[in-house]
C-alpha cells in the first residue's frame, strides 16, 4: 500500500513543477504543444506542473529538450 511522500518531496516537486511551467511558458510553448514534443497528453503536463504527480526521467529528459533547458536547470535545489 503506497504512503504519501513527506512534505520535503511535495515542496521539491512543486519548485520543479514551477521551473518546468517557466521553462514552457518561457519556450512560447501551451501544455499541449508540450506535450505533442514530449509524448504526453496535456493533463499529465499539467499534473506535472501542478505537483500532482511524478513525472519519468525519460519525460524529465523530454521536457528540457522541448523546451531548450538543460536538465540540471530544471531539478537543482
Not at 25 to 51: C, F, M, P, S
Not at 57 to 66: D, E, F, P, S, Y
Request: neutral net charge; charged residues 25%.
Amino acid at each position: 500500500m503506497p504512503t504519501d511522500p513527506p512534505a520535503w518531496v511535495l515542496t521539491r516537486r512543486q519548485v520543479i513543477g514551477a521551473r518546468i511551467r517557466a521553462a514552457r511558458t518561457d519556450a512560447d510553448l501551451t501544455q499541449e504543444a508540450l506535450g505533442e514534443r514530449v509524448g504526453i497528453d496535456n493533463k499529465t503536463v499539467h499534473r506535472i506542473e501542478y505537483a500532482i504527480s511524478d513525472p519519468t526521467l525519460t519525460v524529465l529528459l523530454g521536457i528540457a529538450k522541448a523546451t531548450g533547458v538543460p536538465l540540471a536547470d530544471l531539478v537543482r535545489e
